[in-house]
């Protein structure tokens, strides 16, 4: 007999061994992460045989959930960048409207503006002409400025 076959052997059953525990732990975690709850006895074994607590198996649940959770929300990634970019697109659909509505307003108003400032111009330039009349009646104090120009049928009383 050889040894050293036999010590492989063996070393090889360990580590079979050892690879079945690690994958019982785990089948146990994604169980209960699930949300299927195990027979205790099972349970106990489990945790004995991997050398792992209660502790242990609470934190790799807890884990375990956690990571599924975060994988869900990856799974939504597409979609959420699908719609992302779709509202992006009926947002430059309506930027292209408004810009085109602001042009046509522009267009349509600033003559306007441009009209009413120099509206104001000449108000303001008619301001003074009442006081100027009076101040240029040729005929003081009777109250008739601007009419001396004018003949005496059109006149006022």
């Excluded at 792992?52 to 960048?81: G, H, I, Y």
């Excluded at 947002?91 to 009413?116: C, Q």
Aim: net charge negative; charged share 30%; with cysteine.
């Amino acid at each position: 007999m050889n040894l050293t076959t036999l010590f492989e052997k063996v070393a090889g059953k360990q580590k079979q061994r050892e690879q079945a525990r690690v994958n019982d732990f785990r089948s146990l975690v994604a169980a209960i992460a699930n949300g299927q709850e195990p027979d205790a006895d099972r349970v106990d074994a489990v945790l004995y045989d991997s050398g792992q607590s209660l502790d242990d198996l609470r934190a790799a649940v807890e884990q375990l959930q956690k990571r599924k959770a975060m994988k869900a929300q990856l799974d939504t990634m597409p979609n959420l960048e699908a719609e992302r970019a779709d509202l992006e697109t009926k947002i430059g659909k309506a930027t292209e409207i408004l810009n085109a509505a602001e042009a046509k307003y522009a267009e349509m108003v600033n003559p306007l503006r441009w009209r009413v400032e120099v509206i104001k111009g000449d108000l303001q330039q008619m301001w003074n002409l009442p006081q100027q009349l009076v101040e240029t009646c040729p005929y003081p104090g009777t109250g008739r400025a601007g009419h001396a120009d004018r003949p005496a049928e059109t006149r006022g009383p």
